[in-house]
T-cell receptor, first 116, second 112 residues
Framework: AQKITQTQPGMFVQEKEAVTLDCTYD???????LFWYKQPSSGEMIFLIY??????QNATEGRYSLNFQKARKSANLVISASQLGDSAMYFC?????????????FGGGTRLMVKP | AAGVIQSPRHLIKEKRETATLKCYPI?????VYWYQQGPGQDPQFLIS???????DKGSIPDRFSAQQFSDYHSELNMSSLELGDSALYFC???????????FGPGTRLTVL
């Protein structure tokens, strides 16, 4: 069974500062994928970044980077230069091996609030 | 770029009624997933389809059924609705090998 843990229910960050959202995971699969999604108050689920378990380099997408520490089973999201529009709920999610089904297991989410 | 389309976006039903939610995946995506997100909760996987066949089943109630059609769109049928079915229902699509799932805007179902 897969489990995703996000230990920060809510966080504040000052505009233009960087922020790290924590995510730890547990799985017995050797091949898996880790995702981060952003959910604004409007409700849609926006894909941010993906890291495969065999990827040697940390994933980056614009202001988003994923700090992947495989031995610690952590996949923290780093948002640089926070903007007011970054205020939202952030979910870490895991996909197991393709053979296991490819469905996503989500963590409980972190609500990020950016202060002007 | 084309995204996942869901209809309707909002739906209000009475208890014991039925509802049908529709999902149109991104073109050329052959896998569709359904998730349910209750108020203040994380999304929970319900069911998925690959090439028009059920692929995996999660915590989907027996009152719900779903299918994927020849044009790859999918429908989630919900019967004997209960108050607890009020939630945001997401459809997502992917190319199996890439694994990245792109979500639709969701259908917000309210059961009164």
């Amino acid at each position: 069974a897969q489990k995703i843990t996000q230990t920060q229910p809510g966080m504040f960050v000052q505009e233009k500062e960087a922020v790290t959202l924590d995510c730890t995971y547990d799985t017995s699969d050797q091949s898996y994928g880790l995702f981060w999604y952003k959910q604004p108050s409007s409700g849609e689920m926006i894909f941010l970044i993906y890291q495969g378990s065999y990827d040697e380099q940390n994933a980056t997408e614009g202001r988003y980077s994923l700090n992947f520490q495989k031995a610690r089973k952590s996949a923290n999201l780093v948002i640089s230069a926070s903007q007011l529009g970054d205020s939202a709920m952030y979910f870490c999610a895991m996909r197991g091996s393709v053979e296991a089904g490819n469905m996503l297991t989500f963590g409980g989410g972190t609500r990020l609030m950016v202060k002007p | 770029a084309a995204g996942v389309i869901q209809s309707p976006r909002h739906l209000i039903k009475e208890k014991r009624e039925t509802a049908t939610l529709k999902c149109y995946p991104i073109p050329r995506h052959d896998t569709v997933y359904w998730y349910q997100q209750g108020p203040g909760q994380d999304p929970q996987f319900l069911i998925s389809f690959y090439e028009k066949m059920q692929s995996d089943k999660g915590s989907i109630p027996d009152r719900f059924s779903a299918q994927q059609f020849s044009d790859y769109h999918s429908e989630l049928n919900m019967s004997s609705l209960e108050l607890g079915d009020s939630a945001l229902y997401f459809c997502a699509s992917s190319l199996v090998r890439l694994g990245e799932q792109f979500f639709g805007p969701g259908t917000r179902l309210t059961v009164l």
